[in-house]
């Protein structure tokens, strides 16, 4: 009972929603391993539109096939999973109703590396609902010179998708020129791109884990003075989770390039005691070979519900 309280009490935050986005935000939270639990672990498998399929499969050569990804997330009991339009389309007759589908319905191809990128709209919300989908994923760059265009395209999107009973959920990666490389990943500006996606309507926050770098000097001053903890990934996890709403909206972080298993479950285990929902993680997962995979998110899984 009191797992099935904590879903009660997060939905209760999204109080403007109808019941169709609350029942598909419930099917989130209630899926798999980590079900009722209030965490979250999603497979989200679009780099191979982001990064190459080479790049991207090559280290392990079954992720070529969009139906090793489905099943995957099934065996692990993962959340959700999460991709662009083909690789959804290429196995969700076969697994229907196994595991709740996020339809990533912009992306942007590694071709072309502009200092300010924008991404291509992919996805529709009609295409989520007809392959059953729970929500759409939207992608948007905050500090690129085409930020506004993709702000305001998640709004209506947005606006689309709670009308037909989607949850909306948006990946928040500050980019551009007027951003430092460190700048990125800094504090401040992690916690400015939840911000700006809880303002746009997102219900399902992702970003990257941040480094204690702090990129505008006028953040800075107020950090220090308003002695704002910085010092362990905790500490900076905590500073988003609470700029997402006080910790009202779910905020979750990407797992990023791949690294060795440590670093994976120690940066978890920062996440989990920042009061961070959960991770979405890709490339960590599917690059392994599918045993080390499975055993890898059974640890992660384990490890958000306090057991490691």
Same mark, same amino acid.
């Given at each position: 009972?009191m797992?099935?309280?904590r879903?009660?009490?997060?939905?209760s935050w999204?109080?403007?929603?109808?019941?169709?986005t609350l029942?598909n935000?419930?099917?989130?939270?209630n899926h798999g391993k980590l079900?009722?639990? *209030?965490k979250?672990?999603?497979?989200?498998v679009?780099? *191979?539109?982001?990064?190459?399929?080479?790049?991207?499969?090559a280290?392990n050569?079954?992720?070529?096939?969009?139906?090793? &990804?489905?099943?995957?997330?099934?065996?692990?009991g993962?959340?959700?999973?999460?991709?662009p339009?083909?690789?959804? %389309?290429?196995?969700?007759?076969?697994?229907?109703?196994?595991?709740?589908l996020?339809?990533?319905v912009?992306?942007?191809e590694?071709?072309?590396?502009?200092?300010d990128?924008n991404?291509?709209?992919?996805g529709?919300?009609e295409?989520?609902?007809?392959?059953?989908?729970?929500?759409? *994923?939207?992608t /948007?760059?905050?500090?690129?010179?085409?930020r506004?265009?993709?702000y305001?395209k998640?709004q209506?999107?947005?606006?689309?998708?709670?009308?037909h009973?989607?949850?909306?959920v948006?990946?928040?990666?500050?980019?551009?020129?007027a951003?430092?490389?460190e700048?990125?990943?800094?504090l401040?500006v992690?916690a400015?791109?939840?911000?700006? /996606?809880?303002?746009?309507?997102? &219900?399902i926050?992702?970003?990257?884990?941040?480094?204690?770098?702090?990129?505008?000097?006028?953040?800075r001053?107020v950090?220090?003075?308003?002695g704002?903890?910085?010092?362990?990934?905790?500490d900076?996890?905590? &500073?988003v989770?609470?700029?997402?709403?006080a910790?009202?909206?779910v905020v979750?972080?990407?797992?990023?390039?791949?690294?060795?298993e440590a670093?994976?479950?120690d940066?978890?285990?920062?996440?989990?005691?920042g009061?961070?929902f959960?991770?979405?993680?890709?490339?960590?997962a599917?690059?392994?070979?599918?045993?080390?995979?499975? %055993?890898l998110?059974q640890?992660?899984?384990?490890i958000y519900a *306090?057991k490691?």
């Amino acid at each position: 009972m009191m797992m099935k309280k904590r879903v009660r009490e997060i939905l209760s935050w999204y109080g403007s929603d109808n019941p169709g986005t609350l029942t598909n935000l419930a099917r989130l939270l209630n899926h798999g391993k980590l079900g009722g639990t *209030g965490k979250l672990v999603i497979l989200p498998v679009d780099q *191979g539109v982001e990064h190459g399929p080479g790049r991207s499969f090559a280290p392990n050569a079954a992720a070529y096939d969009p139906r090793y &990804h489905f099943e995957l997330a099934i065996e692990a009991g993962l959340n959700a999973y999460a991709a662009p339009l083909g690789f959804l %389309e290429a196995g969700a007759r076969d697994y229907a109703g196994d595991l709740p589908l996020i339809l990533k319905v912009n992306n942007r191809e590694n071709l072309n590396n502009e200092r300010d990128p924008n991404q291509a709209l992919t996805g529709s919300v009609e295409a989520a609902l007809r392959l059953g989908c729970v929500a759409i *994923g939207f992608t /948007v760059y905050p500090g690129s010179a085409l930020r506004i265009e993709m702000y305001e395209k998640l709004q209506a999107l947005a606006e689309e998708a709670k009308r037909h009973g989607l949850v909306v959920v948006a990946w928040s990666y500050p980019r551009g020129a007027a951003i430092s490389k460190e700048g990125e990943t800094g504090l401040d500006v992690s916690a400015y791109a939840a911000q700006i /996606v809880a303002q746009l309507g997102a &219900h399902i926050l992702k970003v990257k884990p941040p480094t204690a770098f702090i990129e505008q000097e006028e953040a800075r001053k107020v950090y220090e003075k308003a002695g704002v903890p910085t010092a362990t990934l905790a500490d900076r996890i905590k &500073h988003v989770v609470d700029s997402s709403f006080a910790g009202r909206r779910v905020v979750i972080f990407s797992g990023g390039a791949a690294k060795d298993e440590a670093a994976i479950y120690d940066e978890v285990r920062g996440i989990r005691d920042g009061g961070g929902f959960g991770s979405i993680m890709g490339r960590n997962a599917f690059q392994r070979p599918r045993e080390q995979a499975l %055993e890898l998110l059974q640890n992660v899984v384990q490890i958000y519900a *306090g057991k490691m």
